[in-house]
């Protein structure tokens, strides 16, 4: 039996995961490195990319909205990592049986 910590590492290890988390960082850099506010909607994206958990966060004061986005980008890719890993058990056990 694995342990919640090594469990929620290696579905963040997923394929699925590191590349949601790859798309989440690239919209990230764009927020970060564009100065202009010339209807820029990406920090808009980052909000939409790792919804419904970052939507908690919108109306705190601050600079805690921000945090939601790093919080729901991370419950995001470990559910993505947990249905990657549940799929491909799936097919193994399919596979097997026949």
């Known amino acids: 039996m694995r342990t919640f910590p090594?469990?929620?590492?290696?579905?963040?290890?997923?394929?699925?995961?590191?590349?949601?988390?790859?798309?989440?960082?690239?919209?990230?850099?764009?927020v970060a490195l564009t100065s202009s506010l010339d209807g820029n909607m990406a920090g808009v994206w980052l909000f939409f990319l790792t919804a419904p958990t970052s939507f908690l966060f919108v109306a705190l004061p601050g600079s805690l909205p921000w945090a939601g986005v790093v919080?729901?980008?991370?419950?995001?890719?470990?559910?993505?990592?947990?249905?990657?890993?549940?799929?491909?058990?799936?097919?193994a056990r399919r596979t097997a049986s026949a």
């Open 6 to 30: 090594r469990s929620l590492l290696r579905c963040l290890k997923s394929p699925v995961a590191v590349g949601y988390l790859a798309v989440v960082v690239w919209v990230g850099t764009d």
């Open 71 to 91: 919080i729901g980008a991370l419950v995001q890719a470990a559910a993505l990592g947990a249905a990657y890993h549940w799929v491909r058990a799936r097919r």
